[in-house]
């Protein structure tokens, strides 16, 4: 009888992946093959290209004494993370703690993703990155609060996967740990004699709702690590609740190139070394002005630091000198994003361009693959 078999390609550079021999095109490590064999796969080349710098967000050693116990007691983890400031939500020294934990990972925030992106490319992007950062993924669901979105789907999902064990609602502050929980906690009926009380983990001074689910086993609510490479952390008040989106974030588009640089707000600056036209869609807050102008590029952002008003600017970064530049040289070819945390991101189709990008001193800039596919 004859015998068809799908081949398995690189996702990313198209290689036909093979186990033998790493020196060549397409070596994927046999385990992983292994690992996920129907997942979305790179080759080693490829997944080596796509981790970022390290986030460097150090956590505090109560933080990382929960986690333990966490894997000590081979919970289920919940890992609640922010669409829209994603890549602060899987601190490495995190997501190493819990790697052989089952782990259900929340994308919330969905309301705030264009309404054309499609879940199915946010969920195989959401599984990438985390993958890339080793937690050993179990499910996957998307959530809104605003828009009561698969909160249902996700009660069940825990209710499927605990298996008598305690499950741990954890991840980066605000990505909506208590918000889901108690839109949870709504449907919920107490079968236990036991009570929802605010628990302190042991041998630390942090506090979380601990809610029963069976006469010995509990939900617990880890408070969020502190993302202190975020824009949110490091600017003034007022000008947060204009970077913090309220709704759906929208595609602005433009084209730069080395004449011609984009400026968001006065909070971040794209300057374009190489020549050719790159078309640039623009993720953030609809609250924050861009613009791309021809020019002198320093002289232009300099213009906007100095009379920028508070809803684009903050006062503590008045000056280029209050900002860090970063150089990104794109060598892939498919849809890219750049990022500012906190901010959001522009996508672009990769074509050996090479950009400068002015962010506020310490905030995190990183280039993934894109989130969702816009470039036409
Ligand atoms: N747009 C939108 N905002 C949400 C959603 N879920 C939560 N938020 C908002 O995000 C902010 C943080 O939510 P919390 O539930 O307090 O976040 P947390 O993870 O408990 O934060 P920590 O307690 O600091 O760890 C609040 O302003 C919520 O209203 C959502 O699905 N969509
Ligand atoms: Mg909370």
């Not at 983890?77 to 994603?86: A, E, K, P, T």
């Not at 503590?316 to 906190?342: A, H, P, Q, S």
Request: proline share 3%; aromatic share 10%.
């Amino acid at each position: 009888m004859s015998i068809l078999k799908k081949v398995k390609r690189c996702s990313h550079c198209g290689a036909i992946l093979q186990t033998e021999s790493p020196e060549k095109e397409g070596y994927i490590t046999s385990l992983i093959l292994k690992k996920y064999p129907d997942g979305v796969l790179l080759c080693d080349k490829c997944f080596n290209e796509e981790k970022t710098e390290d986030n460097i967000i150090v956590l505090n050693d109560e933080f990382k004494s929960i986690l333990k116990t966490i894997k000590e007691k081979n919970a289920l983890v919940v890992y609640v993370i922010d669409l829209f400031s994603f890549e602060g939500g899987f601190p490495s020294e995190a997501t190493s703690l819990l790697s052989d934990l089952d782990v259900i990972v929340v994308a919330n925030k969905r309301d705030l993703m264009p309404k054309d992106s499609e879940d199915e490319q946010l969920i195989s992007y959401v599984n990438h990155r985390l993958r890339v950062s080793s937690l050993k993924v179990k499910e996957t669901i998307l959530t809104s609060i605003n828009s009561d979105y698969h909160i249902d789907e996700l009660r069940k999902l825990i209710r499927a996967n605990c298996e008598g064990r305690d499950v741990y609602f954890v991840g980066s502050s605000t990505s909506g740990k208590s918000a889901l929980i108690s839109e949870i906690l709504k449907n919920f009926e107490n079968k236990t004699n036991k009570y929802i009380v605010t628990y302190t983990f042991p041998n630390t001074s942090l506090r979380g709702f601990q809610i029963p689910i069976t006469d010995k086993t509990y939900i617990y609510e880890v408070p969020g690590f502190p993302i202190n490479n975020s824009l949110l952390g490091v600017l003034e008040k007022p000008i947060v609740n204009y970077i913090v989106p309220k709704k759906a974030i929208e595609d602005r588009k433009f084209n730069i190139n080395d004449k011609v640089s984009l400026a968001i707000g006065g909070l971040a600056f794209i300057q374009q070394l190489t020549e050719e036209k790159t078309t640039v869609h623009c993720y953030a807050s609809p609250k924050i002005t861009i613009k791309a102008k021809r020019g002198d590029a320093l002289k232009f952002f300099d213009s906007i630091l100095k009379n920028g008003d508070q809803t684009n600017t903050s006062f503590k970064f008045r000056n280029l000198n209050n900002f860090d530049v970063y150089d990104f040289e794109i060598t892939e070819t498919g849809e890219r994003d750049i990022g500012v945390l906190g901010l959001g991101w522009v996508q672009f189709k990769g074509n050996n361009q090479k950009f400068r990008v002015f962010v506020p001193k310490g905030v995190y800039v990183y280039t993934t693959r894109a989130k969702f596919k816009n470039v036409k």
